[in-house]
């Protein structure tokens, strides 16, 4: 079946340092997805990509989707102390009709 | 507001004893999911429906059910609860499964614990 892969799992940042967490698919995919879970909380959708290639921001966060629609990122310029949680990409794949969550990367930032 | 609302908060059944979960929209969005979260793990998916048309995991325990009466409820009844089956339980909806319109909205969750 479909696996989704991301790194990395943890990652302890200075507030101010930049944050980048990767996905991978094992199958082409129709879109992918980021949630970010704050500690305690429930994922709340973040951004959708869609085409080839695409990229998208959202103030500091830049999320992309790789040419051959497999892999994903989000970075994160200067991060700040609101920025922690865990960040969880969902990948979807027409042929299953689901989308499956990678395991997340959990983002601390050092004051 | 317009929401996924999931109850109780926190429930705490005792070893064997039958639990229900319960999750209601006012999305009206045809798909609705249960995920099982365990601490620093990813949600995993338990099964969703589709509709009315009910889409079971292949790796979801036999010990785990689900009813949708109608597009606003979901319900995940745990027929024998063992320790192993303590985690948050989540509940997320989409408008569909695909097409650009599966962004899931999740519901707080229900603390499962299990004595």
């Known amino acids: 079946g479909q696996q989704v892969m991301q790194i990395p799992q943890y990652q302890h940042v200075q507030e101010g340092e930049d944050f980048t967490t990767y996905c991978n698919s094992s199958?082409?995919?129709?879109?992918i997805q980021w949630y970010k879970q704050r500690p305690g909380g429930h994922p709340v959708f973040l951004i959708q990509l869609v085409k080839s290639g695409e990229v998208k921001k959202q103030k500091r966060l830049t999320f992309q989707f790789g040419e051959a629609k497999k892999n994903s990122s989000l970075h994160i310029t200067a991060t700040q102390t609101t920025d922690v949680g865990t960040y969880f990409c969902a990948g979807l794949d027409t042929n299953a009709g689901k989308s499956t969550f990678g395991d997340g990367t959990t983002l601390t930032v050092k004051p | 507001d317009a929401m996924v609302i999931q109850n109780p908060r926190y429930q705490v059944t005792q070893f064997g004893k039958p639990v229900t979960l319960s999750c209601s929209q006012t999305?009206?969005?045809?798909?609705m999911y249960w995920y099982q979260q365990k601490s620093s793990q990813a949600p995993k998916l338990l099964f969703h429906?589709?509709?009315?048309?009910?889409?079971n995991e292949a790796d979801t325990p036999d010990n785990f059910q689900s009813r949708r009466p109608n597009t606003s409820f979901c319900f995940l009844d745990i027929r024998s609860p063992g320790l192993g089956d303590a985690a948050m339980y989540l509940c997320?909806?989409?408008?569909?499964?695909?097409?650009?319109?599966?962004?899931?909205?999740f519901g707080p969750g229900t603390r499962l614990t299990v004595l």
């Open positions: 429906y589709y509709d009315k048309d009910f889409n």
């Open positions: 199958t082409t995919l129709s879109n």
């Open positions: 999305l009206n969005h045809n798909v």
């Open positions: 997320a909806t989409s408008r569909h499964r695909g097409g650009g319109y599966n962004e899931q909205f």
